[in-house]
């Protein structure tokens, strides 16, 4: 198992940036699939960004491609999300996840408490 918690959110105006990180703790970390997942108010839960456990492999959502970056530090123990050109429709509590090595990936065992993110026109 492993423990994620993600930091990172506020408040910005459209336009701006913000870099999210997820801190992970346990094992296998380093072996783990890492998603980024978002959830705005009424609405679903939806898929943002993944990347392999070895982070050469990435995928991302339509909406966010060419905006949003993720990534993973040399050591695997912590996960990042590089949001630019953010827009109010990015407004939503961003969750950190992590699941078997799989790629593509497949299901997301464990999940991070969620960090909001504000977007202000």
């Known amino acids: 198992q492993v423990q994620l918690v993600e930091s990172g959110g506020g408040l910005v105006q459209a336009g701006g940036s913000l870099r999210l990180s997820c801190a992970a703790s346990?094992?296998?970390?380093?072996?783990?699939?890492m998603g980024w997942f978002r959830q705005a108010p009424g609405k679903e839960r939806e898929f943002v960004a993944a990347?392999?456990?070895?982070?050469?492999?990435?995928s991302s959502a339509d909406s966010v491609k060419g905006r949003f970056t993720i990534s993973r530090n040399g050591t695997k123990n912590t996960v990042y999300l590089q949001m630019n050109s953010l827009k109010p429709e990015d407004t939503a509590v961003y969750y950190c996840?992590?699941?078997?090595?799989?790629?593509?990936?497949?299901?997301?065992?464990?999940w991070g408490q969620g960090t909001q993110v504000t977007v202000s026109s």
């Open positions: 996840a992590a699941g078997p090595g799989t790629w593509p990936p497949r299901v997301y065992d464990y």
């Open positions: 346990g094992r296998p970390f380093s072996r783990y699939t």
């Open positions: 990347i392999s456990w070895s982070g050469s492999s990435t």
